[in-house]
């Protein structure tokens, strides 16, 4: 069973809602338990899901690139619905 959680805000976006990277970013990487964070380059376009959201930042999994399937803190500026 699948459910949709619904995020208020202007931008409309949703929790499960794919996301474009909107502008070139240098961003924290989250990796698996018991390592530290990194930061990485992502480019404008990288698409990604929305996970979690608060307080202005959002958390993304990327779906391209060499750094698909991780976990990274976006802020809402930096999205565009894909």
Do not use: C, F
């Not at 929305?50 to 990274?72: I, M, Q, S, Y």
């Amino acid at each position: 069973m699948h459910t949709t959680i619904t995020v208020t805000g202007a931008d409309g976006l949703q929790i499960g809602d794919e996301v474009l990277i909107a502008r070139d970013a240098l961003l924290e990487i989250q990796l698996p338990r018991r390592s530290s964070r990194t930061w990485r380059y992502i480019a404008a376009g990288t698409r990604g899901r929305l996970v979690a959201r608060h307080d202005g930042v959002v958390r993304v999994v990327l779906l391209d690139g060499p750094e698909a399937r991780k976990l990274t803190l976006v802020g809402e500026t930096a999205l565009s619905r894909a």
